[in-house]
């Protein structure tokens, strides 16, 4: 599948005018849970959107995503605050595009909740919504859109919120799984709603042929917490109270074990496979 490069830059529908509205962008904050280093330094620290407006605090060591980023948010100078995993790519014109988002819910909707590049919609089983790049899956993402789509979930690969909502991310939640439906049904518990937003980026991941056994430890917990709203629509798999997704899922995995699908691999040159994808559609 081909990427419009033009679909890349910044959202058609945006009025620029509407930029007179943003005034937390000017500068922003950047926190990332780090576990390697080279990965770090090859993909979310080659980002052509990181530069001297951005502050970035990396955290190491941390027992679980929800403890990482709150120290992280305890350190943000600026109110908007990113959360990216480290393999992901920031494209040149990310924060142009995220600029556009914000100025347009500075309209629409100012007090949002939490902002996301891929994400579902609430009662859609059928596919997530978005527009990204993932090495591990080998494929695009989404389609390109142009206004932001609520949601009800947000892929944890990267994450947006103002550190002045006062969302903070749960340090119960065990590791580093669905902490981003959490957040998301926090805010929606607050009369704040989440967003997907057209900004679009490259997740530089290797595939998996089934969720490790962390996942499912931090399912539970959710489903815990959450009993009275579910079924819960996540970016993997749906929260129940039966638990048969959790069955459907692992039947799945198992079956891959002996008719094992193909799965990509991170890449090592993501600044060139971008400029890949953006040529692809101009040839």
């Known amino acids: 599948m081909m990427i419009a490069s033009s679909k890349l830059g910044q959202p058609e529908s945006f009025v620029s005018d509407r930029k007179s509205k943003i005034t937390t962008l000017s500068d922003w904050s950047l926190v990332v849970a780090v576990s390697d280093e080279s990965v770090l330094q090859h993909t979310l620290m080659a980002s052509p959107a990181i530069n001297a407006r951005c502050q970035v605090i990396t955290k190491r060591g941390f027992a679980s995503a929800g403890k990482a980023y709150n120290a992280g948010i305890e350190e943000a100078r600026h109110d908007v605050v990113v959360f990216a995993h480290q393999d992901v790519y920031l494209p040149e014109d990310w924060t142009s595009n995220l600029e556009c988002a914000l100025a347009q819910l500075a309209v629409d909707d100012p007090n949002w909740g939490v902002l ?168």
């Open 116 to 283: 996301g590049v891929s994400g579902v919609v609430k009662g859609d089983l059928e596919a997530g919504r978005g527009y990204c790049y993932s090495t591990g899956l080998e494929r695009i993402l989404g389609e390109p859109f142009s206004n932001p789509i609520q949601t009800q979930s947000l892929d944890e690969l990267l994450l947006v919120v103002r550190r002045s909502s006062g969302l903070r991310f749960d340090e119960n939640m065990p590791g580093f799984h669905l902490y981003g439906t959490d957040i998301c049904l926090q805010a929606d518990s607050r009369n704040m709603s989440s967003y997907i937003i057209p900004a679009f980026c490259i997740h530089n991941s290797n595939g998996i042929r089934r969720l490790p056994p962390d996942f499912w430890r931090s399912y539970f917990y959710m489903r815990k917490k959450w009993w009275r709203e579910l079924p819960i629509t996540t970016c993997c798999t749906r929260i129940t109270k039966l638990c048969l997704p959790v069955g459907v899922r692992i039947a799945r995995e198992l079956k891959g074990e002996f008719f094992p699908s193909r799965v990509g691999s991170r890449c090592d040159d993501v600044e060139g496979l971008y400029r890949r994808l953006v040529q692809s559609d101009q040839e």
